[in-house]
C-alpha cells in the first residue's frame, strides 16, 4: 500500500509539473517580449525572438521548459494508457513525448539564423548555418511526432467511456495542429512579400496554445484520478 501511494503522489507532482511547463513557456515569452518592444507577436515567430539583442536567452529557456514538460507528462499518459482495458500503444505515446521533449530541447538550446530563411523555407534570404539547420529541423520533427502522440492517444482511448474527453479532445487538437501546421508550411514556401508571412506568428501560437490546452488537460484529469481513488 505504501508503495502504491508513492506511485499517486509521484503522479501528482509529474502531472503539476507538466501543467507548470507550458503556463512557465508563455510567461517567460510574455517577459521577454517587455525587453524587445519592437518584436511583433502577430508577423514574427518565436524562434525571431529568441534571436532578439535583448535577454534572448529568456524565451530559449521557455522553449526548454516547454519541452520538458512533455516528459512529465509522459508517465501520467503512460499511467492512463494502463488503467484502460485495452488499450494500444502504451508504450510508443510516452516515446513519442518523450522525442517531442529531447527535439523542443534542441530547439530552444540551438538557436535559429538571424534571417528569415532556412532549409525548409522555399526562398533563399541568406545564408542557413549548422545552428540554423539543427533548429529547423528539431522544430519540425517535435511538431510531428507531437501529432503523432495526440492520434495515437486517441486511436488507444477512442472506445474507452472514461477518456471520452480525452480521445476527442486528442483528436480535435491533432486536426486544428496539422491545419495550422499546415498553414504554416504553405507560408514558409512562399515569399516573404506575401500576406500570409504577415499572420505567421499567428499561426505558431495557435499550434502552442491548442498543445497547451491538450497538456493541461491531461495533467489535471491524472492528477483527479489519482485523488479519488
Known amino acids: 500500500m505504501q ?4 506511485v499517486k503522489v509521484s503522479l501528482q507532482i509529474f502531472s503539476i509539473i507538466s501543467a507548470m511547463g507550458p503556463i512557465t513557456f508563455l510567461i517567460l515569452i510574455a517577459i521577454s517580449t517587455i525587453f524587445n518592444p519592437g518584436y511583433d507577436h502577430i508577423g514574427s ?3 525571431r525572438l529568441a534571436v532578439q539583442p535583448n535577454f534572448p536567452w529568456i524565451p530559449r529557456l521557455g522553449i526548454c521548459i516547454y519541452g520538458i514538460s512533455y516528459v512529465f507528462i509522459s508517465w501520467p499518459i503512460y499511467y492512463m494508457l494502463k488503467l484502460a482495458p485495452k488499450s494500444r500503444f502504451t508504450y510508443l505515446i ?7 521533449a ?3 530541447l534542441m530547439t530552444g538550446l540551438v538557436p535559429d539564423d538571424d534571417n528569415p530563411g ?3 523555407v522555399l526562398h533563399d534570404y541568406g545564408d542557413t548555418s549548422i545552428s540554423g539547420i539543427i533548429h529547423d529541423i528539431s522544430s519540425r520533427l517535435s511538431f510531428v511526432l507531437g501529432v503523432a502522440a495526440m492520434l495515437f492517444f486517441y486511436f488507444s482511448t477512442a472506445k474507452n467511456q472514461n477518456y471520452k474527453f480525452a480521445s476527442k479532445l486528442s483528436l480535435f487538437s491533432a486536426i486544428t495542429v496539422l491545419i495550422f501546421g499546415a498553414i504554416f508550411t504553405l507560408t514558409t514556401l512562399l515569399p ?3 500576406w500570409l508571412w504577415n499572420s505567421i506568428g499567428l499561426y505558431q501560437r495557435a499550434i502552442i496554445l491548442i498543445t497547451t490546452f491538450w497538456i493541461e488537460y491531461i495533467a489535471i484529469k ?3 484520478l489519482t485523488r479519488s481513488e
Not at 510516452?94 to 517531442?100: E, F, R, Y
Open 3 to 6: 508503495s502504491v501511494g508513492k
Open 192 to 194: 516573404n512579400t506575401h
Open 94 to 100: 510516452p516515446s513519442l513525448l518523450i522525442s517531442v
Open 102 to 104: 529531447f527535439f523542443s
Open 222 to 224: 491524472v492528477f483527479l
Open 118 to 120: 532556412g532549409i525548409f
Open 45 to 47: 515567430t518565436i524562434s
